[in-house]
């Protein structure tokens, strides 16, 4: 029969040094996974509002006047074919607000960008960066 002796104090600190680095690691897996995710969204979401923008425009260009509200820029052909949902709120619910004159489409997210502003008051320009819209979420 042999008898184990209780582990020693050096014994333990290894192991909660183990443990310790263990959770730092699995925490740093966990918000490395939220950041590209995050990121990935955002990316998506650019180009969804970079292409409903300019038909946006084009319809503006084409009808002489603003559309009512984003669903016509769906239902008349040559614009859009459909709304894909909006990356941060799963649903097609993407605001038309007006500025100086000049309507733009903007996420109904009130989710903070990387950049630290709500995706509600961001468009996105030509080169699909984000850009602020003044009264973008009002």
């Known amino acids: 029969m042999k008898i184990y002796n209780k582990p020693r104090g050096s014994v333990v600190i290894v192991i ?26 955002e990316q998506l979401l650019k180009t969804y509002l970079g292409e409903y923008n300019h038909a946006l425009l084009r319809f503006y260009a084409v009808e002489k006047k603003w559309p009512r509200d984003i669903s016509e ?10 709304l894909s949902p909006d990356p941060f709120t799963k649903k097609t619910d993407y605001l038309l607000i007006e500025e100086n004159g000049r309507k733009y489409i903007v996420s109904a997210s009130a989710e903070k960008s990387f950049d630290g502003q709500a995706y509600n008051t961001l468009c996105v320009n030509a080169a699909r960066k984000f850009v602020r819209v003044v009264g973008g979420g009002r």
């Open 73 to 82: 820029l769906a239902s008349k052909p040559g614009y859009l074919r459909q």
């Open 16 to 41: 909660i040094l183990f443990i310790a680095i263990s959770a730092v690691i699995a925490h740093k897996i966990v918000v490395n996974s939220a950041v590209r995710v995050k990121s990935a969204n």
